[in-house]
């Protein structure tokens, strides 16, 4: 098992463009999410850089409407 900041990290779940999914635990709530690791060279033009920051910011957008779902019910 592999430590990444406070989440075990176990098997991958994807793989994409830029890298791995895996399933991260938190070491101690027991929350699961869904941890990205980009390979460090896979950024280095532009396009691609962009590409990572859309994402990001479409997962802040989806991150912040479940969390307002799951608050209303």
Avoid: N, W
């Amino acid at each position: 098992m592999v430590a990444f900041g406070p989440y075990v990290l176990l098997q991958t779940l994807g793989e994409g463009e830029f890298g791995k999914v895996k399933l991260g635990v938190h070491t101690e709530y027991g929350v699961e999410v869904a941890i990205k690791l980009i390979r460090r060279g896979s950024l280095e033009d532009e396009v691609r850089a962009s590409k990572v920051e859309r994402e990001i910011d479409v997962l802040k957008v989806c991150h912040y409407l479940d969390f307002k779902l799951t608050s209303s019910l």
